[in-house]
């Protein structure tokens, strides 16, 4: 059963982005469906750290997406909620050892959370936390 929100984030090349979520956050893939082109992926669900986010390429001759533009970021952001403060740490090396930006380095936040943010190599922003001990 799936949470009851998930993000869907459209990512290209989303094999790429698989690849890397699965690298640095675990990821489990559920479900894939490779687009008709062989090129592309049109579905994929993984299961990251209990709950679930949705990928695909951008397929903009459909007219419902578009490829981002250079330079740009992307909007969207997702939170991670972790048991403990080092996980927070692990996961933000793993990500910014393959090439995502470092936003907020792993710090104590004044509101009693271990916090870190990042962009991936795609443009989205991940958002992770945990409580201080």
């Known amino acids: 059963m799936r949470p009851p929100v998930a ?6 090349p989303a094999m790429a982005a698989i690849a890397f979520y699965t690298t640095v956050f675990g990821a489990r893939q559920k479900a894939i469906m490779p687009a008709l082109d062989g090129m592309r992926i049109m579905h994929c669900e993984l299961e990251i750290n209990g709950g679930s986010v949705m990928l695909a390429d951008a397929f903009p001759e459909f007219g419902h ?3 981002p533009l250079p330079g740009e970021l992307a909007t969207a952001s997702v939170s991670l909620e972790y048991a403990e403060a080092k996980t927070v740490d692990e996961i933000f090396a793993k990500a910014t050892g393959l090439g995502a930006k470092a936003e ?4 104590n936040s004044f509101w009693g959370t271990r916090v870190a943010t990042f962009r991936d190599p795609f ?6 936390n945990a409580p201080l001990a």
Do not use: D, E, F
């Open 7 to 12: 993000p869907y984030l459209t990512v290209s």
């Open 104 to 107: 907020t380095s792993p710090t």
């Open 65 to 67: 997406t578009r490829m």
């Open 123 to 128: 443009g989205h922003r991940w958002i992770l």
